[in-house]
Nanobody, 121 residues
Framework: QVQLIESGGGLVQAGGSLRLSCAAS?????MGWFRQAPGKEREFVAA????????YYADSVKDRFTISRDNAQNTVYLQMNSLKPEDTARYYC?????????????????WGQGTQVTVSS
């Protein structure tokens, strides 16, 4: 069983930056970030393979967000720049036992409780 704890969320003005962190209690393979806005389905944001050799981003965040990981610390990060009001959501960290860079919710085995990101206009 892997436990995931997210941190780093908060309130920021449009154009600002935040860095989310997710600490895992054990060894993980691929890691991802998803987000869910009120009244909307949870959606994929970014994913990274265990070796960090492969990353993948949703079109809506490409060139603004960067996912990275530190395996020695069992931690994955999401650097979010040029934030927009439409980025407002609860952000969830997820861990997958799949090889590669999974992008679908059902390809992830473990989930954190989420951290709220609010971007004001």
């Amino acid at each position: 069983q892997v436990q995931l704890i997210e941190s780093g969320g908060g309130l920021v003005q449009a154009g600002g930056s935040l860095r989310l962190s997710c600490a895992a209690s054990g060894r993980t393979y691929a890691m991802g970030w998803f987000r869910q806005a009120p009244g909307k389905e949870r959606e994929f944001v970014a994913a990274i393979s265990r070796s960090s050799a492969s990353t993948y981003y949703a079109d809506s965040v490409k060139d603004r967000f960067t996912i990275s990981r530190d395996n020695a610390q069992n931690t994955v990060y999401l650097q979010m720049n040029s934030l927009k009001p439409e980025d407002t959501a609860r952000y969830y960290c997820a861990a997958s036992m799949w090889v590669g860079v999974p992008k679908k919710l059902d390809e992830y085995n473990y989930w954190g409780q989420g951290t709220q990101v609010t971007v004001s206009s």
